[in-house]
Each structure stands twice: as C-alpha cells, then as structure tokens.
C-alpha cells in the first residue's frame, strides 16, 4: 500500500497526539506537511516516522500571510500519485473530524441516512452530504464510498487552489471520485461552476457541507436579496441543485444508538452514549462541546485569555467570510481588540507564542480549536464557528481583515457582508474585488451600492453594465437580463417609478420568452413591475397584476415560500377595499410569518409586514400606536440590519412622522436630527428621504418654538 503525502489536509486534526501514541511503524516512510497541533505547528523541522504506512513531514507555517496555493495541492501518495479509495485507509485523510482516544479511530457505526447515500450514488454523480458541524458528514461519506469504488482515484483538492489540477485529474481517469469535503470552501470565486461540473460526466463527485452553509443558497435567503438575481448567489445556488442531497441529523436515533451500543467497549463510543440526548455520538467523539468549553472558560483571568482572543478573531474571519487559513503574522495583529474588550491586563495574559500553542493543541487526544495548516496559516475549528450565541463580526476584525486579504477573498467577504445586509463592508470588500479583477464582481458591486442608500449611481453603473453584456452576450442573454433587472429596480428606488414600470414591462417579454414563464426571474420581474405600476400611482392596476402574480406563485412555489409572502403583502397594500380589512388580513400574514415554521420574526419580509401595519395604524389616525410600532420596528431592524442601513433611517423617518401627528414635536425633531446625522454620510446627495427628512424637520422645529 501507497503512503499518502498530506499536503494541507483540510481537517487532518489532532495529529500530534495521535503520532505520540502510535509511535514509529516498520520502514520510515516521509511524512509531508500533515495538519499538526501544539508546539509541532510552530515548526520542528523536517522530523521523520511513519504512521501505518502514511506519514507527514512537519513544516512551519509562514511568518508572513498566507501565500498563493498552487495547483499542486492535491492529496497524493509519497510517490505523487494520486491514490485508489481502497488505499485511503483512514477517514481523516478523507477529512473527518480525528476521535478522542487511541489512535485507531472508533469502529464505523451505520447511519440511518446510508442506505439513502448508497441509493443516490447508483442515481446520481453528484451526491451532497449536509448537516451540521461534527454530525459525522464525512465519515459516513468515506466508509460508502469505499466500500462502493475501491478502485476509483481518489481525487481531493486540499484548497480551492487546488480544485482546478483536481477536476483536470478526475476528468482523464476512468474511474474516479472527486472528494469535496466543506464544500463552501469550493465555492465562490475560482471555486467549482457548473461547466466544470458538466465536464465532469464520467467521474463520481462526493461532497459534504455544513447546514449553516447550505442554509445560505435556501429560498428563504434567496428573499433577502434585493432583486434575487445576484449572479455569483444564483450560479452557486443552481450548482447545489444538481446535486442529490442527503441530510444527516446530528442527534442519532434509537436505532443508531442502538447500534453504538454493540460497540460501548469503546471507552469512546461508551462515553459518547452516556452524554444522553443533548449531543450527537459522533460530535462527542469529535469533542466539539469539550472544545467550545475550553474556549470559553479561558477567558478567565490567568488562565488563558489571551489564546481564547486569538480563537476568537479566527473564529470571526469564518464568520465574515474567510475562506483561506490565517497566517501568526495576523492572527498576533487582529486578536488584540478582543482581548481589550474583555478586560485586556486585568486578565493577566499569557505570552502569545503561549497562547498559540494552547490555541493549537489537540484538547482530548482530537483536535485544536486552532488547525494549522504548515505553508498556509490556521484556521479555527468548524464547530466553534456554528455554536450558538455569536454577537454580529465586530467592525475592528472586518477593518483589520479586509487590508490583508486577496481580491478573491474580499469577493466572498463580500457576498457574505451583502446578505447579511452589513451594507457598508459589502461595498468596501466587492470594490476590492472589482479593482482586483474578480470576474462577475461587477454586479455585485452596484446592488450593494443602490442597496446602501445610493440608487442613482448604483443605476448609472448597472446601465453600463447591461449595455456591456448586452454588446458582448446580446440583449436577451440570461447575464444581460439580470443587469437589466436591477437596473429597473433602482430606477424605481431613486422615485421615478413610472420610468421603471416602463423598463420592466420591456424585460418581462424578454424574460418570459428566454426563460420562460414560471421562471423565479420570470416572476420577480412581474412583481416588480406591479410593485413599480401600483408606487406610480395606478394601484388599481397593480393589485390585478399582483392577483394573477400570486396564483402562479402559489403553483410553481408553495404557500410557504418567501416571495409567495412578499406578493400577498403587496396586494393587500394595493388592493383597493377597506383599512380595516386590510388591517386584519396583514395581522394574519404576520402571524404565519412569526410562527413556528414560518419565515421568522428577524427576516425582512417580516418586518416588512410589520411596516405596513404601521403605515396603516398612522392612516386611521391612530398615532400613539404608529409612533410605538416604528419605535420598536427601528430598534428590532438596527438589532438586525445595523444602525446605518437605510431600512433603519426610513423607519426612524416614519417614526418622526407619526411623533408629529401626535404633537411632540421636541421628539421628532431629536429622532430627525439624530437619523440625519447617521444618514447623511451614508445615502446619495438628495436621496428622497434626506429631502422628507430634513422637511420634517424643519416642521418639527416651527412647531417647537410656535
């Protein structure tokens, strides 16, 4: 059997404490660059022993950022082969997650959802392994797809780097299976498309992803998104789609405990079980709760605070969107924020080469809560990325992070800051990536900018955008048909509604035509257009649009689809008939909305909702109830969207408003002033709520003083 060379294996974890109880085999086989936990990571040289006959040679990662992958990094034998499955004979080269204990990993314990794995690969060629962190995605991946093609190449990229030399491999095997363990972090720019994808007709493709990341590319996310046609969202959205998905539940079963417990002479499996219902066997035996512990009570003073800083900056650049390992040289530079807000001296730190090596230590004979990657940085432990209770990424890590990163990497930033509507950092990081040259980052870029509060040059830079692509693709091409979609939009949101009712009934002909007629583009730009008619001032017209709208919405997407709610709120906002009706069926929508199963109360669709209640109340006169239904609304869409979103300036806007109806024109005038001076460096020169703001204001004012 081959000896694998472990070039940056993605979570080869713990192996510093699994080689010191496996101790040397027969025949030294080099070791090269496996993952390494404690004082190995910072560096030992080029120390050589052999482990079952796959071995790693240790090197220090660099002092500097993380340095370009090369199209190397691939994992092959020592030889540089690329190896069968059959000679994969532990399930950490394959990416899992290494148990606490001896170094043989725990027997394999059947899975309720691997019959449905073992039925989808004899269906499909591309099969998709989804759950959370630790929910043993990979394990149960590895042990089916050995047993199914022994004989494949095993092919895996070890970074996205590496994902081109990976497809080139697998496309001239006969046999083979391209291995995307994480695949978010095959995503994105450079990352895996579909013509790759479609290139790849003879080869098996075996993914796993993590459900937070998957949860990304739902039709609930889809809603978030001003106009729902962003590009890069959409591409990888309809890539995930191929795929044949098979969702792994983190809590086992009775049968799958039951099946564990024929195994509890396994000090691990044993204790694994004993833990009860409140965690998975498999993310005990990984030791993610014991990890995320750890983390948390080393911010005790004099224990190690200054390690649980450097944890918890790798931690949000995850968050953020970083996709590629942290070098020393910024993990030293963006922790000292943390450890400043927690009480910095006061909490007697430990030396920082101490506390990288606490931070990278293999906690229960597993893993570190930092991995480090030698010849590209470290990167924080999955599971502590996806524990509950993280406040939203502090503005120091993102003004510290951005500056270092590569273009490609501010993309995915990007991305990541526009959906959830941290509108500012979108702009700043798709700039970056625009400058840089990341292909499609264009677009993007202008929605992030109309979104933020400057619709006149977000739709000044999307007509140059469609004429580009109309000249380049032809005027009816898909890409085309986006540019000119947010186009439209942003017309409509600078107030010239009437101009973008016009440009979208053109684009709907076209869109129905290319597309077709129940297409989501299709039928985003219908609301749109009945959006834009009904703002413009034929509402009449545009409930009779919305009508027809919503009952092929209902066919084509379900009841509980998030855009079926946004176009059922339309037409009651449009429907001619009485308020109190209104009223009454708004209370409803909000209700489905807030309840379990629903959209949730945070989403902007809900709010939204919320909104137009408001609005309402402030129509009949009910002021006192209008001004407390925007006051609670502006503090639950900062909490949300941040104090500069311009969701937060309207709401505070109308909050004015219905303080006035009211008589209290000191109130207003504080509210007015306070959201003038947060919008007025962030919305364009006369955006059409600076003017009703500072309008308002100046009523406000005369009454004060009247």
Known sequence: MSALLLRGSGRARGWAGYLGSAGLGAGAVALAAVWTSGPWAAGIGAAVTTLSGLAAERTRPPAQGPRSAGAGEVLRTTAGRIPLLRHVDRPELAGAHPAEGPASPPAYIRRDAEPELRAALEQSRFVLVVGESAAGKTRLAYEVARSRCPRHAFVRPLTRAGLPEAVRIAGRRRRAVLWLDDLEDHLG???LDAAQLAALHKVVVIATMRDQEYRRYDAREESRLTGSDRDAWRAQRDLLHQAAVIRLPRHWSASGRGRAAAHRDDPRIGAALGAGGRFGVAEVLAAGPQLLAAWENAWAPGANPRGAAVVAAAVDCRRAGLRRPLSRAWLRELHAPYLAARGGGVLQPEPFAEAMDWACAAAYATSGLLLANPGAGFTAFDYLVNAPGHTPVPDHLWRGLL???????AYDMGLVAHQEGRLARAVEALALASR??????????A???GDSGKPRRAAADLAGIA?????????????????RHQLAFFVGEYGNHRAAAARFAELLADVREVLGPDHPDTLAARHQLAYSTG??????????????????????????????????????WFRPGEPAVAEAELRHLLAEAEAAGGIGPDDPHTLAVRGSLAALAARAGRTAEAAGAWAELTADRTRVLGADHPH????????????????????????LADALARAEPVLEPGHRHLRAARDLLTRAVGSGTA
């Open 403 to 409: 500056p270092l990163v590569e273009p490609a990497d």
């Open 447 to 449: 929605i992030a900018v």
């Open 436 to 445: 840089g040259g990341v292909p499609g980052a264009e677009l993007p870029l």
């Open 648 to 671: 937060v300036f309207y709401s505070r806007l109308e909050w004015a408003r219905a303080l006035l109806a009211r008589d209290r024109a000191p109130e207003a005038a504080a509210v």
């Open 535 to 572: 703002e413009g001032g034929d509402r009449r017209a545009a409930a009779a649009q919305l009508e027809g709208l919503l009952a092929d919405r209902l066919r084509v997407q379900g009841a509980g689809h998030p855009q079926v709610l946004a176009t059922r709120r339309s037409l009651i």
């Open 467 to 483: 004429r580009r692509r109309a000249g380049r693709l032809g005027p009816r091409h898909p890409d085309t048909l986006a540019a």
């Open 189 to 191: 720019a450079g990352g």
